[in-house]
């Protein structure tokens, strides 16, 4: 039932799960989930523990906490990807489901075996994740606006749908600065900003607290 509500999701939006069509694609009476389910609110919550789920599943340790953590970091963006409808559930105050405590749980392990102390393993895993998800939602709101959406188009009508979107009497300076914002590989740019976040999470490297003392 609650894979069948996550396609629902991902196919036709949140605003689309209720009973009645959830029970419709399940060839069964909407009324009749309450008897697996009390509210709404439930399927929201277990498609939350779906979610968490994969990214549990897909993490790897690799060579140490860095690998850990960027597994991590992959994984949650992914479902932004995957599931761009369903992903703003893991935001909710559901989010805190019993696979992602656990996934949170493995990385904070990781990250003490590695001479992380307590307060800065915990604000590591916390940037990475918070990274992650604000990269992921990112995604979710420019892709439907950015030139050739998440698919991709051509160059040359990428580039006709992005001068479109422009003001036209934006400055060719401007024009330019919003080219290279806007136009570049997600991917790419995503892996940046993470290598740089994992450079600076180094147990040996200085962050502001440090300095500050």
Same mark, same amino acid.
């Given at each position: ?11 036709? @939006? ?31 919550? @277990? ?51 019993? =696979? ?67 003001? =036209? ?23 940046? @900003? ?20």
């Amino acid at each position: 039932m609650l894979r069948e509500a996550l396609r629902l999701v991902d196919e036709e @939006g949140l605003d689309a799960l209720t009973m009645r069509a959830l029970g419709k694609r399940l060839g069964v009476e909407g009324m009749s989930l309450y008897n697996h389910v009390r509210r709404k609110a439930d399927l929201q919550a @277990g498609i939350v523990d779906l979610l968490w789920e994969e990214v549990e599943r897909s993490l790897t340790d690799g060579d140490g906490w860095r690998d850990s953590l960027r597994s991590l970091a992959r994984r949650l963006r992914a479902l932004a990807i995957d599931h761009p409808h369903a992903f703003p559930l893991l935001m909710s105050a559901s989010a805190f489901a019993e =696979p992602m405590l656990r996934a949170a749980g493995h990385a904070l392990a990781v990250l003490r075996d590695a001479g992380f102390d307590e307060q800065r393993a915990t604000k590591a895993l916390n940037a990475a994740l918070g990274y992650a998800a604000g990269y992921g939602a990112m995604e979710i709101s420019c892709f439907a606006t950015r030139p050739g959406g998440r698919d991709g188009a051509d160059e040359f009508e990428g580039l006709v749908e992005f001068m479109r979107a422009l003001p =036209p009497d934006t400055p060719p300076d401007l024009v330019r600065v919003a080219r290279d914002c806007c136009m570049c590989d997600t991917d790419e740019q995503f892996e940046f @900003g993470l290598d740089a976040l994992l450079a600076g999470l180094d147990p040996a490297c200085k962050t502001h607290e440090d300095r500050s003392r």
